[in-house]
């Protein structure tokens, strides 16, 4: 289809648009707010319906555009290590699911969780090395409160919301689940 490059740029767009705006929904909830991690489901929407291609440059542009935008969060470290940790996800989770054999929520969950791995990794890394150039000391102790502790909040939400977004998608025909061709073939035959 020759508008598809035009569909996904529009959807890149509105998923960037979404990732600015749902911050303020759950920053009022203040005790939890920040550990929903809002930004990171419209990153993990856009690399599955749109591909890596697209999410990736929205997920490192998102958090300095809102740094910047809003002054929150603050761009050094935090934003700057964002961007590299969101456009982890977006590569990671988009790449898998598409190179996927069959696109259905198994792939899904592989895919999300090999790009939480990935992309918590890369934030460590990332703040090491922002953190050093300031003469700050990222700690282990810190790495794990930013990996594990303060994200399980958002992590289950993820791990809840996208793949039930997906689903809802695929119902409704708007982003189907793929199957291989064999799959289809043999779904043909047995058809006729």
């Not at 289809?184 to 779904?187: C, G, H, P, R, S």
């Given at each position: 289809m020759k508008n598809e490059p035009v569909k996904k740029l529009t959807l890149t767009a509105m998923f960037l648009a979404?990732?600015?705006v749902l911050p303020f929904l759950t920053g009022q909830i203040q005790q939890i707010g920040?550990?929903?991690l809002p930004m990171h489901i419209p990153v993990f929407l856009c690399a599955l319906i749109c591909g890596w291609r697209y999410g990736m440059p929205m997920a490192f542009v998102l958090p300095i555009m809102r740094s910047m935008l809003f002054g929150m969060p603050p761009l050094y470290p935090t934003a700057i290590s964002m961007a590299f940790e969101l456009a982890t996800y977006a590569l990671v989770a988009g790449f898998l699911y598409e190179k996927s054999r069959w696109q259905c929520t198994r792939a899904l969950y592989r895919s999300m969780l090999a790009a939480m791995v990935a992309g918590r990794i890369v934030?460590?890394?990332a703040q090491i090395i922002l953190l050093g150039l300031k003469g700050t000391a990222f700690t282990f102790e810190a790495f794990l409160a930013g990996v594990f502790l303060n994200a399980i909040p958002g992590i289950l939400l993820q791990l809840m919301l996208?793949?039930?977004v997906m689903v809802a998608l695929n119902k409704?025909?708007?982003v189907?689940?793929?199957k291989?061709?064999?799959t289809?073939?043999?779904?043909t035959v047995e058809a006729s």
């Open positions: 979404i990732g600015l920040n550990m929903l934030w460590g890394i996208v793949p039930a409704t025909k708007l189907p689940f793929r291989n061709a064999d289809k073939a043999q779904e």
